[in-house]
């Protein structure tokens, strides 16, 4: 059954949201299929300093796998067969990285030698950091990532410079009675290909300190039907959690990744009920990709009940073609760009959500929306409560080519109605900058019931023109809408 059917998508005629169907599919990767719970005997133990890559690779498939309170140091990531269940316990600790101890001075700084780490390189930087965000092999002290330069002669109290060539890493404060760390790991748990490693469930860890390049996670969802539960996922250089198949994400916390909380593709992809914070301080370049989570070429994507903010991009967004794609229930709050944005995409559905605080670092031509829809189609944007926000709800219309059936990708059918929108300093409308006037002469395009607060002076946008709440309506938007002074 398609997830769209299952959960009767809204229509013109009217918004249903089965909150009944939404709790289903919060519990499972694909909608017919229930997640391991994880609740059988421990098939095996293992404890700090075993060869724990080797026991997760001898259990037998579908074994659950407890682990020992404490730190689990990895080289390299566990790589668990079909079925099993690794089980952290809520008290095991997986880390990426390795102790910096052995420091010595020359001149001005401080050196530690023998860094043999070098991860993948990759990713688009934010102009002010140049390259340095594509280099995964992070430094941190006590539970701070340090500020990567480029020279030595760049140096400051809170960064590093790593000089690949010698091998070593320096310093301008003094380490000592510091914790110093650096990452090497590149993921800690990967799937292994196809059916092999196919029904995982990953609990209960935490998760931190890996050299995971962008846009790849340190908790690695290749295969289907995977379960990623009550894990804390932090302080990994890229993405916290990938995948690229059928997964549920649910009640994990995933703070402080320096490209993303999330990263991810493919379809029947459920998450819920998760803290998405905190994210992109690396330094990635949001226009490319950073912030608390994005999906690319994803399709019966439920995104609901989760909690995303501060993010350094924007909060959740979907793009390249993503289709029947619901956003329910989640709060996107004090993200520097959308809170939630629907890119170059198709059928969606965002509805009751709250949007707050989002888009102050791009507050321009709508860029700053609380809700922005960019060359999209097929789209619902209902009973949302947005404040605060840069902007409000809005619609941008570029040349953004064609979708892989040769469809223009173009503004249509897109339906904004019953929000409630705290409109502020900010604007909501469409705009587009392709010189083809007829989208704002579709009448595909409608808004309807809206409720807007502070709708003073010209806060509506529409064919090059600021227009005031009277204006607005003579265009044969919300009619019957509200207009609060």
């Known amino acids: 059954?398609?997830?769209?059917?299952?959960?009767?998508?809204?229509?013109?005629?009217?918004?249903?949201?089965?909150?009944?169907?939404?709790?289903?599919?919060?519990?499972?990767?694909?909608?017919?299929?229930?997640p391991a719970t994880g609740a059988s005997a421990c098939e095996v133990r293992v404890n700090p300093g075993d060869a724990v890559r080797r026991a997760v690779?001898?259990?037998?498939?579908?074994?659950?796998?407890?682990?020992?309170a404490g730190s689990y140091r990895l080289r390299g990531p566990l790589r668990p067969r079909a079925g099993q269940v690794l089980d952290g316990g809520g008290h095991a600790t997986l880390l990426g990285s390795k102790r910096l101890r052995d420091f010595h001075r020359k001149g001005d700084l401080w050196v530690a030698t023998g860094q043999d780490q070098r991860g993948w390189r990759s990713g688009e930087c934010r102009p002010s950091v140049h390259d340095a965000c594509r280099y995964p092999d992070a430094v941190y002290r006590d539970g701070r990532p340090l500020h990567r330069v480029m020279t030595k002669r760049a140096l400051g109290r809170r960064s590093f410079y790593f000089d690949y060539r010698h091998r070593r890493i320096l310093l301008a404060a003094d380490p000592r009675h510091h914790d110093l760390e650096a990452a090497s790991a590149e993921a800690a748990i990967a799937a292994r290909p196809g059916a092999a490693g196919e029904g995982v469930t990953v609990r209960e860890f935490r998760v931190m300190m890996f050299a995971t390049p962008a846009q790849h996670g340190a908790i690695v969802a290749s295969a289907n039907d995977w379960v990623i539960a009550n894990n804390q996922v932090l302080l990994n250089h890229g993405a916290g959690i990938s995948s690229e198949?059928?997964?549920?994400?649910?009640?994990?916390?995933?703070?402080?990744?320096?490209?993303?909380?999330?990263?991810?593709?493919g379809s029947h992809i459920t998450v819920t009920s998760n803290v998405i914070s905190h994210n992109g301080w690396a330094g990635f370049d949001p226009n490319w990709e950073a912030g608390g989570a994005k999906w690319a070429e994803a399709s019966h994507l439920l995104i609901a009940d989760n909690t995303v903010a501060d993010n350094r991009g924007p909060g959740l967004w979907d793009d390249i073609d993503s289709r029947d794609v619901t956003y329910t229930g989640n709060v996107a709050r004090d993200n520097d760009r959308p809170?939630?944005?629907?890119?170059?995409?198709?059928?969606?559905?965002?509805v009751g959500n709250?949007?707050?605080?989002?888009?102050?670092?791009?507050?321009?031509?709508?860029?700053?929306s609380?809700?922005?829809?960019?060359?999209?189609?097929?789209?619902?944007?209902?009973?949302?409560?947005?404040?605060?926000?840069?902007?409000?709800?809005?619609?941008?219309?570029?040349?953004?080519?064609?979708?892989?059936?040769?469809?223009?990708?173009?503004?249509?059918?897109?339906?904004?109605?019953?929000?409630?929108?705290?409109?502020?300093?900010?604007?909501?409308?469409?705009v587009q900058d392709i010189g083809d006037r007829s989208v704002f002469r579709d009448p595909s395009i409608t808004y309807e019931s809206n409720t807007y607060e502070q709708s003073r002076g010209t806060p509506f946008l529409w064919d090059d023109a600021d227009l005031t709440a009277g204006d607005w309506r003579a265009l044969g938007h919300d009619i019957d809408g509200t207009f609060l002074p």
Not at 7 to 21: E, I, N
Not at 57 to 68: K, L, N
Not at 246 to 263: D, H, K, L, S, W
Not at 339 to 350: D, L, M, Q, S
């Open 354 to 368: 709250r949007v707050t605080g989002n888009g102050f670092a791009k507050p321009v031509w709508l860029w700053g």
């Open 1 to 34: 059954m398609e997830q769209g059917r299952l959960c009767g998508w809204p229509t013109r005629a009217g918004v249903v949201v089965v909150l009944a169907c939404l709790v289903t599919l919060a519990m499972s990767g694909r909608p017919d299929a229930a």
């Open 339 to 350: 809170g939630i944005f629907h890119e170059i995409g198709g059928r969606a559905r965002i």
């Open 57 to 68: 690779a001898d259990a037998s498939q579908g074994a659950r796998i407890c682990f020992a």
């Open 370 to 430: 609380g809700i922005l829809l960019a060359a999209s189609h097929d789209v619902l944007v209902a009973h949302n409560t947005l404040r605060r926000n840069a902007d409000a709800i809005g619609l941008i219309q570029q040349d953004r080519g064609n979708d892989p059936q040769g469809h223009r990708r173009y503004l249509d059918d897109i339906d904004v109605r019953d929000n409630h929108v705290a409109l502020g300093r900010g604007e909501t409308g469409l």
């Open 245 to 265: 198949n059928p997964v549920t994400i649910a009640n994990n916390r995933i703070v402080r990744n320096g490209q993303e909380g999330i990263a991810g593709a």
